[in-house]
């Protein structure tokens, strides 16, 4: 089936720094990848949605000088948080459309990666 | 908007007895629905979904869920709880036949399973 592949899985950093995570579809090719930000115990917030060889389109809230978004190929997304602050501090989630390739297949499929948990110090 | 609720942030039942996690929907297009589920410390594993047709959807590890469009809900089920089942579980919804539309997710109800 289809997989995502995200990395780091854990990332710890200065106050100031900036972190890249990268997020790539494994056997798939992916247009559209979508990035999460999970905080403790909550939900999954849409952050931004990133389209290959087109800018990213971020939600209503998200600063995308702070987040910078990369698709550069149809199976790599990179996610950097620039002059990262504690308040970053957060499990973000990459996910890519799959249609069709898993067991479940169908339009509007998303694999999700495994998460980055980011820690500014 | 498309947007989900999901009633109770946690769900305590015995190993084996019925599991019952409640999604409900609000959406001005026929919708897609899924429900996910996550473990500690990991991303996002696909349960089951609803496009159209048949309204009684089966997934993975013995879990269905329901379509009714008359109640607006989308509930998980699943006959016998087990242990691995502890779980944080979410309901997700996306606009019908639009591929570039993201997920909206609930906010989730963690599954407590006792011995």
């Known amino acids: 089936g289809a997989v995502v592949s995200q990395h780091p899985s854990w990332v710890i950093c200065k106050s100031g720094t900036s972190v890249k995570i990268e997020c790539r579809s494994l056997d798939f090719q992916a247009t559209t990848m979508f990035w999460y930000r999970q905080f403790p115990k909550q939900s999954l917030m849409l952050m931004a949605t990133s389209n290959e060889g087109s800018k990213a389109t971020y939600e209503q809230g998200v600063e995308k000088d702070k987040f910078l978004i990369n698709h550069a190929s149809l199976t790599l997304s990179t996610l950097t948080v620039t002059s990262a602050h504690p308040e970053d501090s957060s499990f973000y989630i990459c996910s890519a459309r799959s249609g069709g390739l898993s067991t479940l297949s169908g339009a509007n499929v998303l694999t999700f990666g495994a998460g980055s948990r980011l820690t500014v110090l | 908007a498309q947007s989900v609720t999901q009633l109770g942030s946690h769900v305590s039942v015995s190993e084996g007895a019925l599991v019952l996690l409640r999604c409900n929907y609000s959406s001005s297009v026929p919708p897609y629905l899924f429900w996910y589920v996550q473990y500690p410390n990991q991303g996002l594993q696909l349960l089951l979904k609803?496009?159209?047709?048949?309204?009684l959807v089966k997934g993975i590890n013995g879990f269905e869920a329901e379509f009714k469009k008359s109640e607006t809900s989308f509930h998980l089920t699943k006959p016998s709880a087990h242990m691995s089942d502890a779980a944080e579980y979410f309901c997700?919804?996306?606009?019908?036949?639009?591929?570039?539309?993201?997920?909206?997710f609930g906010k989730g109800t963690s599954l407590l399973v006792t011995p």
């Open positions: 997700a919804v996306t606009p019908y036949s639009n591929s570039g539309y993201a997920l909206n």
């Open positions: 609803y496009t159209t047709g048949a309204t």
